[in-house]
């Protein structure tokens, strides 16, 4: 679950830096002295939405790097370090993509991540512990399911995706803010606009984008089906399905990982209620029933 976490905070961070900067300099050129121009503020909302969705793409392999406290492996040091850069070159040649970075992180738990702008140029990293409890073809679908990723592109899929809900949340943060200043002057005729469109367009930013993480967290969800079922066609079904039986297996285990990080991994913790719909990644069980039905 690390990558997406980590992915929507940073969009969020520089989607309200863009905001709060365009406020001090002034709202722009959406607010004229008839109102909201609807066709101006969507353009507006559109450049700085994607823009900021954009920026987490290209900052994700140093951010993955910085949360993580990844080590890229150069020149293997022993016949571990050997066997994973072995294998991610099989897998990543099998799969039709570029080389990535192979690092490792240290932390007892099973987990695995791939993150990056450009498929030919990701970032596959493992746990420690993975490398210690998986056998070698556990961990080797483990890995296969994160280059699934890089190969399907997930990451510019996701950016996309976020830019457009970036777009509608900046685009309904200050409607919203207009109609609040506008109540709140209504018997005021000097026109412009006052404190509580900036105030409220802040607040209904936040607001708004926490909701809207919804729609990227079920994008997410689908995500990794079909990174699983990259990774049976790369390593193989069965040893695709042992991986996340294992992985089910250490469920209770507390993850030593950032939690703005969760959503990078292959695992991720199980959530009931309202909360299963903010959480990345479906429950390890359907994953394993949906491999087992494309057999």
């Known amino acids: 679950m690390k990558r997406i976490l980590l992915f929507l905070a940073t969009n969020m961070a520089v989607l309200l830096l863009a905001s709060i900067t365009l406020n001090i300099l ?15 503020l969507l353009a507006f909302c559109a ?3 994607f823009a900021g969705s954009f920026v987490s793409l290209l900052l ?22 050997r066997w994973l850069l072995e294998t991610v070159k099989e897998l990543s040649g099998k799969a039709g993509i570029g080389l990535p970075e192979v690092g490792i ?16 140029s990701a970032l596959v990293a493992v746990s420690q512990g993975l490398l210690d409890k998986f056998s070698p073809n556990e ?25 457009v809900v970036n777009t509608f ?38 607001v708004l984008g926490f909701l809207a993480s919804a729609i990227v967290m079920w994008f997410s969800r689908q ?9 049976a ?42 909360a299963a719909l903010f959480t990345s990644h479906p429950p390890l069980e359907k994953r394993i029933e949906a491999l087992r039905a494309h057999r």
């Open 169 to 206: 949340v900046m685009f309904f943060a200050r409607i919203i803010g207009y109609a609040v200043d506008s109540f709140l002057r209504r018997n005021d005729d000097s026109g412009g606009v006052g404190i509580g469109f900036y105030v409220t367009s802040f607040i209904a930013e936040i």
């Open 60 to 81: 994700s392999k140093t951010m993955a790097k910085m949360g993580t406290g990844t080590k890229i492996i150069k020149t293997p040091q022993t016949n571990q370090q």
């Open 223 to 231: 995500r990794e089906f079909r990174a699983d079922e990259a990774g």
């Open 233 to 274: 066609n790369l390593a193989g079904r069965q040893d695709m399905i042992a991986a996340l039986e294992r992985l089910r297996s250490e469920y209770e285990a507390p993850s030593a990982m950032p939690a703005t990080m969760t959503a990078f991994g292959i695992r991720s913790g199980a959530r009931s209620g309202l």
């Open 47 to 49: 450049v700085f939405g």
């Open 26 to 40: 002034g709202v722009g050129s959406y607010l004229g002295s008839q109102g909201l121009n609807m066709g101006s």
């Open 139 to 163: 961990a080797r679908a483990v890995i296969g399911h994160e280059i699934g990723h890089v190969a399907n592109g997930d990451m510019v899929t996701l950016s996309l995706i976020q830019g």
């Open 105 to 120: 992180f240290h932390s007892p738990e099973a987990n695995a991540f791939a993150t990056g702008w450009n498929k030919n």
